[in-house]
């Protein structure tokens, strides 16, 4: 399984970004892809995710009704739309990718079997 994360830059406060997280190796429908994320000196915490035969989808609180996360089966691809960003959206991005399906956010990292490398986000103006 190979998961290539893919879209992050520099944007300004309030400015918007898409990341892809495109996936091989693997049956898609049967994963849950999750966004993590990771600022200097902290831990990796849980942003959104989605399970692909579902479509149930998972948003922490600090980014509900500025994130969007959504899939494109036919690519293999999970996408997050990240508007109104602000300093604190600053981190390297990772997405994982789980079969367990469980009720409710899967946000813990151990939930998650593989993950992509990271693309940094920064927000600063």
């Known amino acids: 399984v190979q998961l290539q994360a893919s879209g992050g830059g520099l944007v300004q406060p309030g400015g918007s970004l898409r990341l892809s997280c495109a996936a091989s190796g693997l049956t898609f429908v049967d994963y849950v892809i999750g966004w993590f994320r990771q600022a200097p000196g902290k831990e990796r915490e849980g942003v959104s995710g989605i399970s692909i035969s579902t479509g149930n989808i998972w948003n922490a609180d600090s980014v509900k009704g500025r994130f969007t996360i959504s899939r494109d089966n036919a690519k293999n691809t999970v996408y997050l739309q990240m508007n109104s960003l602000q300093f604190e959206d600053t981190a390297v991005y990772y997405c994982?990718?789980?079969?367990?399906?469980?009720?409710?956010?899967?946000?813990?990292?151990?939930?998650?079997?593989?993950w992509g490398q990271g693309t940094q986000v920064t927000v600063s103006s």
């Open positions: 994982g990718a789980t079969q367990r399906h469980v009720l409710g956010p899967m946000t813990r990292t151990d939930d998650y079997a593989y």
